[in-house]
């Protein structure tokens, strides 16, 4: 059965990981790790008593504190000495035997775990082992630090070393670091084939020979996949330029329009099919080319965003509803200089309405303000006839600016060739203040997002981050320009139709807000002290309000408490109307480069070929899967979770290593990573074809042991309360125990098994 594979799977692990560094003076200790190991294997292999596997267990687990114990205070006199490969069953050495041979034992240390694919039995055969000098593991230490300066300057002393030393395993092993060095650290990648090409010259029937000829095959590749990824810009830029000159006919040159309106549909067919091939490609080149994935640590460093520096950040991890209302409300407030403003949702509700208020009250202030909103999400607002008064009103301030993302009168040529675009939207959540300050996450702007359940039994839980970075800033409004100055916008007119009756409740919203949480009296400005409009507005406001008692501190709230100084980059992902996409590519990345465990939290959960092809990988090599979701009880998303009651018994039969947590009652809006307790995301991005291929999306990258431990504490306060699914057959393929959705019972349950079956419209899901 699935569960006794997966405990046989589980101190396999361990053993190949210790067995890499077995030493001539910790072979006692090792022989009695194996037979110990050997002995539970064959208790709980042939079924027996219950009693009898502890009694193994016990002794396998004090065999290996033992020999562990060993390996911790290894002979100086050996210097680190590891097996060379000898696996009969591979025909090349993969890309952690290299890392195994080099020796690193630091971050590339989480590399020696699952030695090629060999059986327990080749462990204990292997004799021939190399000393590790140790120059040589400094330098490779230095090389996959995080200091960017420290690694380029190991890399030169490693070209250094590698054309000193006299033994030629050590050279070979030198000179791949330096050509991995060239690919991750100098994005070189033609130096880096020069000298991979040097090293197969000198043994290329060596097993690390063959393994710098795949690797050349893999560089090759990657160069396609860059120049496939340089033809989808270049088909954008004819796409950009063709949409603005049909845009500037008019309509009273009817043919001449007609013709410039075909060109743009025939160069937007060029650029969609340009998206569509490399999605298809990377599916290919990431199953063939997964083994070369850097650890975490290296992912994160050798992505180059725009601006690429990696200057620490002050960041702040944000669950609090409450406090992440405090946040935007407090950086707002303290705005002097500039505001950007992007989100999906905008809700006509207190929330929405004292927002405008307090950005209305800025602009007047002087602080100049853009504001960029989806026209789906934020329907109510945005609505061209009858619902834009609001928005109006503010843009009649010299200092505001409202564009309003993907109206659907400029998607009209998508339905001829991909119906996808007409849905696509702008799902990104950034705030940035004075270029210096940012909030972004999960999080819209409505009341469910920022009241505590104990307010508001509809409330979601979610996730935001805040950061103290000009750098993080500068890169997120290169992020939100992306999207404000994109094909797919129109600004809102300036109105004064009703300007003081508008303006009246924008005011009422903010002053009976700003009360609230201060716990102050609502103050209003002389103007409106005795407006009748205003007056009523106040009223209904605080007849909402005053319920919400959890949203009264913001006297107290402090801006940065708990926060971490680490690196930030920022991730970013047009819609389909746009050519970039660092999200889909880089989760990819970080999935093959875990090596022990990646947590997620997503709410919506229908998973692309890619992703779960990654996961899978990922699997494979016994890292530890943990998704948090939602369940039928909980989610506000019919159709995701009907593709979810249709996959979930796949995920366990596919997988060895996947755990899976469902919301029991309160909906899950969160969208986080974390990747080897190292690298944490946190971000727009769903698990579903809507985020991976049709909407805009944006995501912050935190390399930071702490913030990893505050974000995994998060997780797993949040799964201690979930429900987990399990689902386990025999050989034969009969259900010997299952938790699933299929145990919420209700009419919600019947609809979404009769929707999971509507797996056509898996792709717009």
């Not at 989480?110 to 021939?128: C, E, F, H, W």
């Not at 125990?737 to 209700?746: A, E, F, M, N, T």
Request: glycine content about 4%.
């Amino acid at each position: 059965m699935k569960i006794r594979r997966i405990i046989l799977i589980l101190p396999l692990t361990a053993l190949f990981f210790t067995a890499t560094l077995v030493t001539a003076s910790q072979s006692g200790a090792y022989n009695s790790y194996l037979s110990a190991y050997q002995a539970y294997k064959e208790a709980v292999s042939s079924g027996m008593p219950s009693s009898e596997i502890e009694v193994r267990l016990k002794a396998y687990l004090g065999a290996k504190a033992v020999y562990e114990s060993e390996i911790r205070t290894p002979n100086t006199d050996i210097n680190y000495q590891a097996p060379v490969a000898n696996n009969a069953e591979s025909s090349s050495l993969s890309e952690k035997d290299s890392a195994t041979l080099a020796g690193s034992l630091s971050d590339y240390g989480d590399r020696l775990q699952d030695l090629v694919t060999s059986g327990a039995s080749n462990l204990a055969s292997r004799k021939k082992t190399i000393a590790l000098p140790k120059n040589l593991k400094h330098l490779i230490d230095k090389l996959w630090s995080d200091n960017i300066d420290e690694a380029k300057k190991a890399l030169s002393d490693l070209e250094a070393y590698a054309e000193s030393v006299n033994s030629e395993e050590l050279k070979q092993l030198a000179l791949y670091e330096v050509a991995k060095g060239y690919d991750y650290i100098m994005d070189d990648m033609e130096t880096s084939k020069a000298v991979l090409a040097k090293l197969i010259s000198m043994r290329p029937t060596s097993k690390i020979g063959k393994l710098a000829q795949e690797r050349i095959t893999y560089l090759s590749e990657k160069k396609t996949s860059l120049n496939m990824k340089q033809r989808i810009n270049e088909k954008f830029k004819v796409t950009d330029k063709t949409y603005k000159d049909y845009k500037k006919v008019s309509w009273a040159l009817l043919p001449y329009k007609l013709t410039k309106w075909t060109s743009y549909a025939s160069s937007n067919m060029s650029f969609t099919k340009a998206q569509n091939d490399y999605t298809k490609s990377m599916l290919e080149y990431e199953a063939r080319n997964a083994r070369f994935a850097p650890p975490v640590n290296v992912v994160f460093n050798t992505f180059k965003p725009e601006i690429n520096r990696e200057d620490p950040a002050t960041v702040r991890l944000i669950y609090s509803n409450p406090e992440a209302w405090y946040a935007r409300w407090k950086i707002i407030e303290e705005a002097k200089d500039t505001i950007d403003v992007q989100y999906f949702i905008l809700g006509k509700d207190t929330f929405g309405y004292s927002l405008l208020g307090l950005l209305l009250k800025k602009a007047e202030e002087g602080v100049k303000i853009r504001m960029l909103l989806d026209s789906r999400g934020t329907k109510d607002f945005a609505r061209q006839f009858l619902g834009q008064e609001y928005l109006q009103r503010l843009a009649l301030s010299p200092n505001i600016e409202i564009r309003i993302f993907s109206p659907v009168t400029t998607n009209i040529v998508s339905m001829f060739h991909d119906p996808r675009k007409i849905l696509a939207s702008n799902h990104d959540k950034i705030l940035i203040v004075d270029g210096q300050y940012s909030i972004m996450g999960g999080r819209n702007l409505s009341k469910e997002y920022y009241l505590d359940k104990r307010d508001n039994s509809g409330s979601y839980v979610d996730c935001d981050i805040l950061i103290d970075s000009a750098l993080v800033a500068k890169e997120l409004k290169i992020a939100f320009d992306g999207e404000y100055d994109g094909l797919k916008v129109h600004q809102i007119s300036s109105s004064g139709l009703n300007r003081l009756k508008h303006e009246a409740k924008l005011r009422a919203a903010h002053d009976t807000m700003f009360a609230h949480i201060s716990k102050d009296k609502i103050r209003p400005l002389r103007e409106f002290a005795e407006n009748r409009n205003y007056i009523a507005y106040v009223k209904d406001f605080y007849s909402e309000v005053k319920d919400w008692k959890y949203l009264r501190n913001f006297g107290d709230f402090v801006l940065f408490a708990d926060c971490v100084e680490a690196p930030v980059k920022i991730m970013d992902k047009h819609s389909m109307h746009g050519p970039l996409n660092e999200m889909t590519d880089n989760i990819v990345k970080y999935i093959d480069g875990s090596q022990t465990e990646i947590f997620m939290q997503n709410p919506y959960v229908v998973f692309t070929d890619r992703i779960f092809a990654a996961l899978k990988r990922a699997d494979k090599k016994g890292v530890s899967i943990i998704l948090a979701t939602n369940s039928p009880a909980s989610t506000d998303n019919p159709i995701t979770q009907a593709m979810f009651v249709h996959d979930w018994k796949d995920i366990f039969r596919q997988t060895e290593n996947f755990r899976i947590y469902a919301a029991k009652e309160q909906k899950l809006h969160a969208k986080n990573w974390l990747f080897d307790r190292k690298i944490s995301l946190i971000g727009s991005y769903n698990l579903d074809p809507m985020s991976e291929d049709i909407n805009s999306e944006i995501a912050a990258a935190v390399n930071s042991i702490e913030f990893a431990k505050q974000l995994r504490k998060a997780l797993l306060e949040y799964i201690s309360e979930a429900a987990e699914y399990h689902y386990i057959e025999d050989e034969q393929g009969n259900v010997v125990s299952s938790v699933g959705p299929d145990d919420y019972k209700g009419k919600s349950t019947a609809l979404l098994k009769i929707l999971s079956w509507m797996q056509f419209i898996r792709p717009l899901v």
